[in-house]
């Protein structure tokens, strides 16, 4: 069958010139005679036109060039359409593309889209929202909620956000029910992640798949800020965090589940796929196995 592909391009994600990049795809997808055409994304993720013309013009392949927010949008509004989804990275973390082995480099990426094979990846919901690959409650979410708040986005705003915040970042105190075990914690942050990554090769979950069916749990504990940095670094970063069988006396708690339920009385800022999302006292987080259709590098 001939491919036929839409590029969303997000003209105000991460820093790269859009120009250029309009350039290069057009360049390079007529290099291989492949039908395409270039549109914007939208403010307010209404994305029936591109449903429309998916439809009508047989549209194999829809390509995001954003961040990972963008993705969770594109995503959600037209997983249901059945097409192949590529991304070229342009935000400031790119967790999902990092974690289908996407390189940030557009050419690289681009490529990708080429020869890379189609996967079925799965998404999850957290209340009545979709997340593509990372849910976060505490430390992680307040960076994020100011993050958007910046006028300048980028890997050094989000470092300097981090630092500032890890200075003063709380506990807060979690209810958690899974996998028919149910215990209370106060924790820094709790994140649930489809992918392994926070973003700009961070390791969060190391054990975490795209398209396995489960969630990976991650909930880093009450304990004296040098012991956590150092906690998170040895036993994040190096993948030796342990299952919750023998680790609920650990500075790190680490289990897989497809559904659980999370009581937030203290009211911890959210996000979802880095992007702020409104407080919420209760969570029930579901996995959606094999939701949507995600170009992979070949060799992941």
Same mark, same amino acid.
């Given at each position: 069958?001939?491919?036929?592909?839409?590029?969303?391009?997000?003209?105000?994600?991460?820093?790269?010139?859009?120009?250029?990049?309009?350039?290069?795809?057009? /360049?390079?997808?007529?290099?291989?005679?492949?039908?395409?055409?270039?549109?914007?994304?939208?403010?307010?993720?209404?994305?029936?036109?591109?449903?429309?013309?998916?439809?009508?013009?047989?549209?194999?392949?829809?390509?995001?060039?954003?961040?990972?927010?963008?993705?969770?949008?594109?995503?959600?509004?037209?997983?249901?359409?059945?097409?192949?989804?590529?991304?070229?990275?342009?935000?400031?973390?790119?967790?999902?593309?990092?974690?289908?082995?996407?390189?940030?480099?557009?050419?690289?990426?681009?490529?990708?889209?080429?020869?890379?094979?189609?996967?079925?990846?799965?998404?999850?919901?957290?209340?009545?929202?979709?997340?593509?690959?990372?849910?976060?409650?505490?430390?992680?979410?307040?960076?994020?909620?100011?993050?958007?708040?910046?006028?300048?986005?980028?890997?050094?705003?989000?470092?300097?956000?981090?630092?500032?915040?890890?200075?003063?970042?709380?506990?807060?105190?979690? /209810?958690?029910?899974a996998n028919k075990l149910e215990f209370s914690?106060?924790?820094?942050?709790?994140?649930?992640?489809?992918?392994?990554?926070?973003?700009?090769?961070?390791?969060?979950?190391?054990?975490?798949?795209?398209?396995?069916?489960?969630?990976?749990?991650?909930?880093?504990?009450?304990?004296?800020?040098?012991?956590?940095?150092?906690?998170?670094?040895?036993?994040?970063?190096?993948?030796?965090?342990?299952?919750?069988?023998?680790?609920?006396?650990?500075?790190?708690?680490?289990?897989?589940?497809?559904?659980?339920?999370?009581?937030?009385?203290?009211?911890?800022?959210?996000?979802?796929?880095?992007?702020?999302?409104?407080?919420?006292?209760?969570?029930?987080?579901?996995?959606?196995?094999?939701?949507?259709?995600?170009?992979?590098?070949?060799?992941?």
């Amino acid at each position: 069958m001939q491919r036929k592909i839409i590029y969303l391009i997000n003209p105000i994600s991460g820093t790269k010139g859009k120009s250029s990049l309009k350039e290069l795809i057009a /360049r390079e997808t007529q290099k291989r005679q492949i039908p395409f055409e270039i549109l914007p994304t939208t403010a307010d993720a209404n994305y029936d036109f591109v449903q429309e013309k998916i439809e009508k013009e047989q549209v194999t392949d829809v390509v995001i060039c954003g961040g990972d927010g963008t993705v969770n949008q594109v995503v959600k509004a037209l997983a249901h359409t059945g097409v192949q989804f590529g991304i070229i990275p342009m935000g400031s973390g790119n967790g999902l593309a990092l974690a289908a082995g996407i390189p940030k480099a557009s050419k690289k990426a681009l490529e990708i889209v080429f020869t890379g094979k189609a996967l079925l990846t799965d998404g999850f919901m957290v209340n009545e929202h979709f997340a593509c690959m990372l849910c976060g409650l505490g430390f992680d979410a307040q960076v994020a909620h100011e993050f958007a708040d910046q006028p300048k986005r980028g890997l050094g705003t989000y470092v300097s956000l981090t630092s500032r915040h890890f200075l003063r970042a709380k506990p807060f105190p979690f /209810r958690v029910n899974a996998n028919k075990l149910e215990f209370s914690t106060e924790a820094f942050f709790l994140s649930i992640a489809n992918s392994n990554q926070f973003g700009n090769n961070f390791t969060i979950a190391p054990q975490a798949i795209l398209s396995d069916g489960l969630l990976d749990v991650v909930i880093v504990k009450k304990i004296a800020k040098p012991l956590l940095l150092l906690t998170v670094m040895r036993q994040v970063l190096t993948g030796r965090i342990r299952r919750i069988e023998n680790s609920m006396n650990s500075p790190v708690i680490y289990f897989q589940t497809d559904e659980l339920t999370i009581s937030n009385p203290a009211e911890a800022p959210i996000h979802i796929d880095g992007e702020p999302w409104e407080c919420q006292r209760n969570l029930h987080i579901k996995v959606l196995p094999h939701y949507f259709k995600l170009i992979h590098a070949a060799n992941v």
